[in-house]
């Protein structure tokens, strides 16, 4: 399933004139209409895009849009979304994947949620193949242990 095609978006931006209309000459309506396009640019605001590349987290007025955080050389960090008051990481995972953590199960990595049996979103038959696999580490405690991505 591919994502809808909108395409009655309007764009506001400054239009610019490049040349220098006083000493052009046209024949005609549309010898001038042609030419508009070398003649005019406009400059689309880099909201338009939804998207900011920056070191540095965006202000208050872009927390609707994607941040590309880059460090000190340009590469790319992560990326990340304006979500419950602060920009939180986005990451590729699906809702049926399954990863594996080293830790305290008791406080999961926020965004995950620990498949215990009678989890209704993992099917019975996996849960029971991978809680036998969990390390105990006290009661109801687990420092190796399996979770999904529930998101935040």
């Not at 939804?50 to 880059?70: A, C, H, I, T």
């Not at 986005?90 to 620990?114: C, M, N």
Request: glycine share 10%.
């Amino acid at each position: 399933m591919s994502a809808p095609i909108v395409n009655n978006v309007k764009v506001k931006g400054a239009v610019k004139i490049s040349g220098l209309l006083d000493r052009e000459c046209f024949s005609s309506w549309r010898d001038f209409l042609e030419s508009l396009p070398r003649l005019l640019t406009i400059d689309i605001p880099t909201r338009i895009l939804g998207v900011v590349f920056s070191k540095s987290e965006p202000g208050e007025d872009s927390n609707d849009v994607l941040w590309v955080n880059r460090d000190a050389s340009g590469q790319v960090v992560g990326i990340y979304a304006f979500q419950n008051g602060k920009w939180e990481p986005l990451y590729t995972f699906g809702a049926g994947q399954i990863h594996w953590f080293w830790g305290d199960s008791t406080t999961p990595e926020r965004g995950f949620k620990v498949i215990l049996p009678g989890d209704t979103e993992v099917p019975s038959s996996i849960v029971g193949h991978i809680v036998p696999l969990y390390k105990i580490s006290g009661a109801g405690r687990y420092e190796y242990f399996a979770a999904r991505y529930i998101g935040f």
